[in-house]
């Protein structure tokens, strides 16, 4: 069979029996094409959920050993001497992603070679600049397309495969990525524009050894009064886009240690000099020079963020270099998934590079640094939802190919996924489906959402995903959360009729959590299937409110967000007997 690996039809062949890579070949909107042909597609190799979390703790073993290489290497090439947890800040994002990601696509390579006789493959004459990242913002980006993920597969297979190879001439690359990241860049020019001049305004302001605030996710106004609480004048500091870097090939000749290391081991390690952020090699001393021009605080008291240490690497490169000379990190929780998750290797992440992690309220007796203290994006229920409004479903999507591991439904599964949200309209009265308000999740990553949902109802109303959520549950008199995230958080504390269905099987939780989950289901709130949950929301449909404000509900969803969701009144008294505890000891 010919193997086609990506969506790209500039990699297909028509004229013979062809086995797709994944399902990610197959994008609905190209349904005319793929369904003439004679094909076949691999069988995922992640839908063995527990091969899924055997590699995930494999893989997390492996980056860490790679991390360890990667700060001796980029020490020797920069000519310094930073220690691993600064290299974790700066490069470990991206690392961490690199290193599964690449583990995904050659799974499934090394699969279709073992399982299938394949007669060929075709690959593109791809200039290896295109896929180079710049920085973390254009690695998003990149590991999303079918370009990017085409020059992965096609240098895998060319490399560690003998299937024959139908080499193209180099073809014009698409420009999508580039345009998107671009656009990005763009649109946050008048916020930089506006950070820019600010700072200028703020440096007479800021004290060198002020707390530094960045992307905390306490709104505004709590921000404000907790820098009123720290002494200082308050400010809003905003992101600052990292230079744009040249790639230059002479710095990448080197390899990572262990000579000894075999299979993906060796993989992955003779990849990651070719695919490393240019930022972080060829541009690292201009990104340091860019941060030492910051007119942030020289010697912060303490650094505070609960967004800015994934993508943001001049953030990023600057908070490592004050952790370095011991500025206490104090990272915030940021969304639902924590602490209720199997597994999240973004998590793992962040507990590792902080001094304090700060929880939505639950704890953990083997991390002594996670302190509770409260949901920092929601100081106080003010939505309300309305007692003869529709029904409001929340859909989430993800990219077609996966990415970051944690315990969610991964590329293809999100098709199951779908299926399961089909179901759970499909056993509702027409009453209620008429009443019915669909929000989709507004990045589509090719998928077709709206496409798909128009085939299978005709009747659903559907909202693209850019509408206000909070002005679509003010419409609404019952909110049914189809996935383990921030929204289904938020709805509860705030004190939203709220239903929740997921798959188990596909949303793994930690023991720590399943108790709570089993008290959520016992009263109607969680369900582990479509059908469970339709058929629960029908019986309470003509009086929601009698079972919502019911004792029984009521003390459940209290208890659950006192431990995974906390509104507070007290959460800035929290915050500043932490914080005051770093000020003596500086």
Known sequence: MFLITTADQRYW????????????????????VWEKLDYKVLPYHWDDRTKLHRDYIYLQSLYEA????????????????????????????????????????????????????????????????EIIPNDMVHFHCLYETDHWNASIYSQLIKGWTSVPIEKLLQSTPLKSTELTYHNLIRNRRFKRNLAHAASFVLKAYTQEDEAFFIETYLPKKQDFFMQLRMGQVPKLWIRRAAPKTKVDFTWRLWKLGNESAEGYAAIVRSMIPCHIPALYLEGYSNLIACC????????????????????????????????????PLVVGQHGGMYGIG???????????????WLSWGWEDAERPNIKPVGNLKITRARTKSAPNGHALMVEMAMPRYSYMLYSVPVARQWLDYLDEQFRFVEALPSE??????????????????????????????????????????????????TYNATTFLESLALDIPTIIFWNPAHWEIRNSAINSFKQLQAVGIFHNTPEAAAHHMTRIWPDIALWWYSEEVQMVRQEFCWRYSRISKRHLDDLEKIFSVFKKNL
């Not at 001796?72 to 310094?80: A, I, K």
């Not at 690392?95 to 399982?115: G, H, K, N, T």
Request: net charge positive.
């Open 342 to 356: 199997l597994w999240n290797s973004g998590e793992d992440h962040e507990h590792a590079i902080s001094d304090v």
């Open 432 to 481: 209620i489906r008429r009443n019915l308000l669909v929000r989709l999740y507004k990045h589509d990553y090719g998928w077709d959402q709206i496409a798909r949902w128009r085939k299978r109802f005709h009747d659903v109303q559907i909202d693209d995903g850019n509408s206000s959520m909070a002005k679509l549950i003010n419409k609404a008199r019952i909110y049914i959360a």
């Open 13 to 32: 062949k028509t004229d013979e029996p062809v086995l797709f890579l994944g399902e990610w070949c197959k994008l609905f909107s190209q349904r005319g």
């Open 292 to 327: 030492n021009d910051l007119t942030w605080p020289k010697k912060p008291r303490l650094i505070f963020t609960s967004n800015a240490y994934g993508s943001n690497d001049m953030f990023k490169a600057w908070a490592a270099g004050k952790v370095e000379v011991g500025v």
């Open 66 to 129: 790679l991390l360890v290489e990667l700060t001796e290497q980029l020490n020797y090439v920069h000519n310094v001497n930073k220690s691993l947890r600064y290299w974790r800040i700066i490069v470990g994002p991206w690392l961490s992603y690199f290193v599964q990601i690449l583990f995904d696509r050659w799974s499934s390579i090394q699969q279709a070679v073992s399982e299938y006789s394949i007669s060929g493959v075709r690959i593109l004459d791809i200039d290896k600049k």
